[in-house]
């Protein structure tokens, strides 16, 4: 479609809610001063839903977490960041109150993961991470979405980890709580198909997110 006598290109990306307010949308605003025959359409999908419509080139860029193996292999994935995470407690729980917790001292706990479904990887991430503190999780629910997961923890479903950039999602009936050991953290990663088209605006997009994640 041709716009103020050029071309106006449409990039499409994909995100996870959490980081649409300090990474998306300032680094959205930077672009369009930058490009301004150009837009960026915005999709806030779960990590699977990225995958699937990259792999059908229906995104161009994806803003995720936690691949798997062969997913690495088939995308190009630059890290932007890393993300601490940090446990998620019922209000009545009996560690509520505190301002710091070891992941060992929720062992008997019931615990709610993201479904693997929606999230690559995501149980075997939480299985690995209490194994190294030296128990296996009893987990009672997998949840499709992080406030799916705020709602089943706050309504006394279990316990839970989560990335801490997700305390910002509506989070009634949960207590927030620092890890104190182990320190965990996943990646956020940026995932486009291999061989895309590296036009400018494409650069200046993902130069603008790696930008904008190193700082926050």
């Keep these: 479609m041709n716009r103020a006598g050029g071309v106006r290109r449409t990039l499409r990306l994909g995100f ?10 300032p680094v959205i605003r930077e672009f369009q001063q930058r490009h301004a025959n ?9 990590p699977r ?12 860029l994806g803003i995720l977490a936690n691949l798997e193996d062969r997913e690495r292999a088939m995308f190009d994935v630059r890290k ?5 995470f940090i446990a998620v407690l019922p209000e009545a729980h009996r560690l509520a ?21 929606f999230f690559p990887k995501r149980r075997e991430f939480l ?8 128990f296996v999780p009893r987990i009672v629910a997998e949840m499709d979405s992080l406030p799916m997961m705020l709602a089943e923890i706050g309504t006394g479903g279990g ?29 956020l990663l940026l995932v486009r198909t291999k061989h895309a088209d590296p036009s400018p605006e494409m650069e200046t997009l993902i130069a603008l997110l790696a930008e904008r994640a190193a700082k926050i």
């Design 16 to 25: 996870l809610s959490p980081f649409l307010d300090d990474l998306v949308a």
């Design 97 to 117: 109150h505190r301002k710091a917790v070891k992941l060992k001292e929720l062992e008997t706990d019931d615990w709610v993961s993201l479904s693997n479904a």
């Design 127 to 134: 299985i690995e991470t209490c194994e190294t503190a030296g």
């Design 80 to 84: 932007l960041s890393k993300c601490e």
């Design 38 to 46: 150009s837009k960026v359409s915005l999709f806030d999908l779960p």
């Design 159 to 187: 316990v839970g980890l989560m990335p801490a950039h997700a305390s910002k999602l509506p989070h009634r009936g949960c207590a927030l709580i620092p890890l104190s050991s182990p320190k965990i953290h996943s990646e």
């Design 49 to 60: 839903a990225q995958l699937d419509r990259l792999r059908q080139h229906e995104l161009d």
